[in-house]
């Protein structure tokens, strides 16, 4: 079964909807914690980058990625 299929009625999320960009930051955490922290950097630069967009600078989950990516980059 696919997740199309389990939920008929809704629309998939988009690149923006704050679902995907949490969803993008736990994978680039998880490539941070395996050890790939070129990887984990550019991942979360361009999640910073969408969050910024999609939902605003001040936003918490914008502030949150920016905070993960000074950790990655400090690391």
Do not use: I, W
């Not at 809704?10 to 955490?29: D, E, I, M, Q, W």
């Amino acid at each position: 079964m696919t997740c199309q299929n389990a939920l008929p009625n809704k629309p998939p999320l988009g690149p923006g909807h704050p679902y995907t960009l949490l969803s993008r930051g736990n994978l680039a955490y998880t490539h941070h914690k395996a050890g790939n922290g070129e990887l984990s950097a550019e991942m979360f630069a361009r999640t910073l980058a969408d969050s910024e967009r999609h939902l605003g600078p001040d936003h918490p989950a914008t502030r949150h990625a920016r905070q993960l990516l000074t950790h990655v980059r400090s690391a």
